[in-house]
Every structure is written in structure tokens, then in C-alpha cells.
């Protein structure tokens, strides 16, 4: 583990948390979501497949939580940054390693669902080239990033729309 510097210079180690460590992240998804979000966030930290955690002078600062849902797919769940470290560029050191990682394991797109009116977590995802998944646009399978069959496994609300990034081949819009 190599720390890397957010972007106020800040050296952060991006880590993942084992089964036994995942309920130090618990904090941080309080201090990120609200209602229903944090509900599922807590129980979907307990049974997601890959967490990684930023962690700041040895501070747990920020969380992703990750799934594949298939060999092609990747789902960034939730990303959370704690208060206190809030656009320090932490949110992004996340979604870039969730991205390095997604890509080294063959992935072909990677998914991620944001609250509508969530300015800050929406231009991240567009920074990082995620572009709006129309609920009736094309499969990705057939060059699109349609997510036909897959939005149940996502389990995205009212009020969320989906982003979708081609890690593999070109996207044609």
C-alpha cells in the first residue's frame, strides 16, 4: 500500500477491510446517507463482496463499497466521504481505485447510482467519465450501457439515476 496524495497534498493509503474490520466504516456511512440510504448502506456493508476504505493519519476517512453483478460488471454501491475530509479529493482517490481494480479484473462496465439532487457525487462521476444510463438504452452487451436485467441486483430508488462507464471497448455516444 502505497499512500497517495488527495488533492489538498494529504497522504492517504487506500486499503480493504476485511470482514472482521467493516463495521469501523459504519461512522462514516452515518455521516453520509440518510434514511433509506443509510439503512441500506449499513446492511449492505455487512454482505458487499469488496470494501475499501481511505484512511488519513491512520483515520478512516472515506469508504467504497463494491460488487460484481457478473463477470463483465462492476457496481460501485456507495461511496462516502466522513465530514471532515470532504473535498480533499478523497471521493476520488476512491472511485479511482475502485476503477483500477474493476478494470485489472476484466471488467467491462462499471455501473454507479447517485441521488438526483447530489451535485457533488454527480460532477464526480461525470469527471471520471460516467456518463447517464437512459432506462432504455441498448445493453452494454450490445454497445451501449444499458442495464437491462441488472437494475433489480442494483436495487435503485426513486429520486437515483444510474451512471455507467466503458472500461473495455469504445462507447458510441
Sequence with gaps: MIPTPSA?????SVVTLGTG???????????????IYRWHAKRTLRTVSVVRAAL???ELAGVSLL????????YVYYLAVGARHRRTGI?????????ERFR??????????????NRSS????ESRRFRLVDRNETSYRLGGLGAQGLRTRMWIVHGEVLYGLRLIGSDPR
Design 8 to 12: 489538498d497534498g494529504t497522504n492517504v
Design 21 to 35: 474490520d467493516r463495521e469501523l466504516a459504519v461512522p462514516i456511512l452515518r455521516e453520509g446517507f440518510e434514511g
Design 56 to 58: 488519513v493519519g491512520g
Design 67 to 74: 460488487e460484481r453483478l457478473g463477470p463483465e460488471v462492476g
Design 91 to 99: 471521493g476520488g482517490l476512491l472511485l479511482d481505485d475502485a476503477l
Design 104 to 117: 485489472s479484473e476484466g471488467v467491462v462496465v462499471v455501473y454507479g447510482a447517485v441521488e438526483e439532487e
Design 122 to 125: 454527480r460532477r464526480l462521476f
